[in-house]
């Protein structure tokens, strides 16, 4: 079945430094992808996405691209905040009506 | 505003209890899901529903009782919870859109059982 991997956590970092999540997946058919967020106490926010082989899913500094040939869909940002502390999801979905896959999150700490 | 509401934020009910969750969407979705967030656990779908007709329970146990009487509202009934059932209860809604799959999610519901 699909299924989605992503790097455990916690990754802690400096304020400004650079941020990689690796995210790779298997999957029948054709997969939209995604990263979601979750702050403390709130649900998960849709973070970006890609739809298709090679589109770069960005938002907030942030940026993915899907990569069909890897089977991957990295987050990365250049230079993250304090306020992206935060557990992030890569999560895809093939079906027409919706089943996704999700990751089992990645915490992340950005300390001053 | 996700567009996705849940009541109530946090919930504390003792195992004989009866309580229900409320989940409303205000996006034209016609799927909607119950998700169960545990601490150290992946996020685990509990039930599926497509124009209102249950299209996936992934062996949830049966004190959890959902219901779907439109395409906005989503209920899960709980009765007789165990300790092991305390989680954050994520509802959340999709749209069959090739360009637009993503699904939005409620803030979710923090539940207690003592």
């Known amino acids: 079945g699909d299924s989605v991997t992503q790097m455990e956590g916690p990754v802690t970092l400096s304020e400004e430094a650079c941020l990689t999540i690796?995210?790779?997946?298997?999957?029948?058919?054709?997969?939209?992808l995604f990263w979601y967020v979750q702050y403390p106490g709130e649900g998960l926010q849709l973070l970006l996405k890609a739809t298709k082989a090679d589109d770069k899913g960005s938002n907030k500094g942030f940026e993915a691209t899907y990569r069909k040939e890897t089977t991957s869909f990295h987050l990365e940002k250049g230079s993250v905040q304090v306020s992206d502390s935060a557990v992030y999801f890569c999560?895809?979905?093939?079906?027409?009506?919706?089943?996704?896959?999700f990751g089992a999150g990645t915490q992340v700490v950005v300390t001053p | 505003e996700t567009g996705v509401t849940q009541t109530p934020r946090h919930l504390v009910m003792g195992m004989t209890n009866k309580k229900s969750l409320k989940c409303e969407q205000h996006?034209?979705?016609?799927?909607m899901y119950w998700y169960k967030q545990s601490a150290k656990k992946p996020l685990e779908l509990m039930f599926v529903?497509?124009?209102?007709?249950?299209?996936e329970n992934n062996s949830v146990p049966s004190r959890f009782s959902p219901e779907c009487p439109n395409s906005s509202h989503l209920f899960l009934h709980l009765h007789t919870l165990q300790p092991e059932d305390s989680a954050l209860y994520l509802c959340?809604?999709?749209?069959?859109?090739?360009?637009?799959?993503?699904?939005?999610f409620g803030q979710g519901t923090r539940l207690t059982v003592v």
């Open positions: 690796n995210c790779t997946y298997t999957a029948t058919g054709y997969p939209s």
């Open positions: 996006l034209g979705h016609n799927a």
């Open positions: 959340a809604s999709s749209q069959d859109r090739p360009t637009n799959p993503e699904a939005f």
């Open positions: 999560a895809l979905v093939t079906d027409s009506w919706g089943k996704f896959q």
């Open positions: 529903y497509n124009f209102k007709e249950q299209t």
